[in-house]
């Protein structure tokens, strides 16, 4: 069976750079051992911690793409809990999620595709028509929060 | 664009007994109509990482805001409960404010 997921642990602020690549060693270990495959390793640095943990008010994100079994995350999981130098774990699985959203693009792109010919217009978007792009964000169409919150 | 808030005016006051004038007064008060934001924007996968898109739908109190106000659809909000509670965990997103 094999299954994606993220796992993302924070690193106590306190630990040295050797201490955060010796953990990433062993995650890498044991998913080498239990026949995974470490697909993507991102290391967010050191950020601000929206809350205290313990006493610790930043911390270091490590996020790991992970392809391999539930067994295999079970046991990454249990080993980072023993390391007192992670201060907080989170395993995700994402593959279900992501085929969903693949599929609603695809259908999304097809049907908007399809529309467009119907009109007698080139089937994919021309440069400079239609809506402003994604990246212009000048747009504010935010709801306004003074209203009622309760 | 300005269509008009589906229940808007005065919600639960203003009752069919209650004085026309009343109601009169609050007609013009026309709202922008509230769309999703997930289903404008095309947002397929509200991802607990992306702490910039979450952080517009929990205000200061860090209360999840409701859909009442957001406008987000049911299933947009749903998965958006579930991306700001994992954000939560991570202490990307705060459990509370101040």
């Known amino acids: ?150 | 664009m300005n269509g008009r808030k589906s229940m808007g005016g005065g919600r639960g006051r203003s009752g069919p007994g209650q004085a026309k004038g009343d109601g009169q007064q609050r007609r013009p008060m026309f709202r922008r109509r509230k769309v999703c934001k997930f289903c404008a924007d095309k947002i397929d996968d509200i991802n607990y990482k992306d702490t910039k898109l979450l952080m517009g739908f929990v205000p200061e109190r860090a209360k999840i805001l409701p859909r009442r106000i957001s406008g987000t659809c049911a299933l947009h909000q749903r998965r958006l409960r579930i991306a700001i509670m994992r954000a939560r965990q991570l202490a990307m997103i705060p459990y509370t404010g101040e």
């Not at chain 1, 010796?22 to 601000?48: D, F, P, Y």
């Open chain 1, 1 to 150: 069976m094999n299954r994606k997921y993220e796992l993302v642990y924070i690193v106590s602020p306190d630990a040295t750079e050797d201490q955060v690549a010796e953990l990433h060693g062993q995650v890498e270990a044991v998913v080498q051992r239990m026949g995974g495959q470490l697909e993507k390793t991102e290391n967010w640095g050191r950020r601000r911690l929206a809350y205290e943990i313990g006493r610790h008010k930043e911390g270091n994100y490590v996020l790991d793409v992970i392809s391999g079994s539930g067994e295999l995350m079970k046991e990454i999981e249990r080993r980072l809990k023993v390391y007192d130098t992670v201060i907080r774990q989170l395993i995700v699985r994402v593959d279900e999620a992501e085929l969903v959203s693949e599929r609603r693009r695809s259908t999304r792109t097809e049907s908007s595709r399809r529309r467009r010919v119907a009109r007698g217009l080139p089937a994919d978007r021309q440069p400079g028509e239609g809506q402003r792009s994604e990246f212009d964000d000048d747009r504010d169409d935010r709801f306004e929060v003074g209203e009622d919150l309760r």
